[in-house]
Structure formats: C-alpha cells, structure tokens
T-cell receptor, first 115, second 113 residues
Framework: AQTVTQSQPEMSVQEAETVTLSCTYDTSESDYYLFWYKQPPSRQMILVIRQEAYKQQNATENRFSVNFQKAAKSFSLKISDSQLGDAAMYFCAPLSNFGNEKLTFGTGTRLTIIP | NAGVTQTPKFQVLKTGQSMTLQCAQDMNHNSMYWYRQDPGMGLRLIYYSASEGTTDKGEVPNGYNVSRLNKREFSLRLESAAPSQTSVYFC????????????FGEGSRLTVL
C-alpha cells in the first residue's frame, strides 16, 4: 500500500520569507507523478505543482518549487516570497496505481503566514 | 465553466437515516472519485470510477455505495448513516489515465447525530 508522510502538522513563516514543507512517501513503482495540493479556508482543493518521477529536473511554478529526490522518496515544497494568500493546508499526494489515478494523500501541513 | 459540482453542501442526518451525495462534472472527464476528509487524516479514497460503467473500492468503502450514472455523474449513498461517517466529502474527477491532476468539488459537510 502507498504511504505518505508529512511530518510537519503546522508551519509558520513571516510574510515575504521562504518556507519548505516536507513530504516522504513509499512506492514500489518506478514511474509515477507527485502533486502538492493547497486547501485554503474556502475548503476548495487546488493543485499547486506537479512532478513527473522520470524527470530529473525539479518542477517550478512561479514562487513554488519542489525538491524531488527519487532515491530518498522525498518531495518537498518550497514557497518563496510567502504571501498572505498562501495560508492554507498543503497536501502531498503521490500517484499510485498508475493508470487508475488513485492518489494517496498525506495528512497535511497547515501553513500560517505571519504579517 | 462549473467544473465539479457537489450537492448538498451541508447536511445533518440522524443515525440510521439514508442520503445520497450528488456529483456532476462538465469537463468530459473519464474518471471520478469520492474522498472523505477528517481532521488529522488527510483525504481518504472511498470509491472511484475509472470510466463510465465501472466502480471500484478505495481505502474506506464500508458503509457506502456508489453509482456512476453516466459519464458526468457519480453519486455516493449512505444507506444507514453512522456518527463515524461525520466528515467532509469531496468529489473529484480527472481526464485520466496518466494525467494525474484531480479537479475537486467544493466539498459537502455531513454531520450524523
């Protein structure tokens, strides 16, 4: 079974600073996707960034980037220049059962932005 | 473009009552999912439908049934609600396979007394 660990239940960061959220996972597959989803207080789940496991280059989306270490099964999210709108729960989700699209979610990290 | 629409958004039930959560997507996606979200436990997959006409159990299927009515609609039914089913339920869809990105509804908060 797929397992996902987000070891930081809560994190806080000063506005405009950088914060890194950690995620480790376990999978027996060699080809898969990894995702970070954001859930603001509105409860809507929003895709932040996606990484293909076969790509060595780390994905970036504006202020969001990942540090993907395949051998270590680690997939951390870095948020640069943190903004008040970044306050949310962040979920790491590796894709299991490739082709059946069954995402397994971590337990989440609640990020607070300090003005 | 509505995306994924769930109804109702809030519901209170008594133990033993039944209800159906409705989900519809207008993105012509093949795969649809029902997740539940509980504090400290992330999202857990209840059932999913990889394509029209097929459904499969996820991680926590007990106490639930699903119907993939057509390509657009995927409903979740609680036949005899229990307090342990108090949760926030999310429907999601994806173009699938091999694309990965899920598109979520806004969630339905269900309380079972």
């Amino acid at each position: 079974a797929q397992t996902v660990t987000q070891s930081q239940p809560e994190m806080s960061v000063q506005e405009a600073e950088t914060v890194t959220l950690s995620c480790t996972y376990d999978t027996s597959e060699s080809d898969y996707y990894l995702f970070w989803y954001k859930q603001p207080p509105s409860r809507q789940m929003i895709l932040v960034i996606r990484q293909e496991a076969y790509k060595q280059q780390n994905a970036t989306e504006n202020r969001f980037s990942v540090n993907f270490q395949k051998a270590a099964k680690s997939f951390s999210l870095k948020i640069s220049d943190s903004q008040l709108g970044d306050a949310a729960m962040y979920f790491c989700a590796p894709l299991s059962n490739f082709g059946n699209e069954k995402l397994t979610f971590g337990t989440g990290t609640r990020l607070t932005i300090i003005p | 473009n509505a995306g994924v629409t769930q109804t109702p958004k809030f519901q209170v039930l008594k133990t033993g009552q039944s209800m159906t959560l409705q989900c519809a997507q207008d993105m012509n996606h093949n795969s649809m999912y029902w997740y539940r979200q509980d504090p400290g436990m992330g999202l857990r997959l209840i059932y999913y439908s990889a394509s029209e006409g097929t459904t499969d159990k996820g991680e926590v299927p007990n106490g639930y049934n699903v119907s993939r009515l057509n390509k657009r609609e995927f409903s979740l039914r609680l036949e005899s609600a229990a307090p342990s089913q108090t949760s926030v339920y999310f429907c999601a869809s994806t173009e699938g396979p091999n694309t990965g990105e899920l598109f979520f509804g806004e969630g339905s908060r269900l309380t079972v007394l």
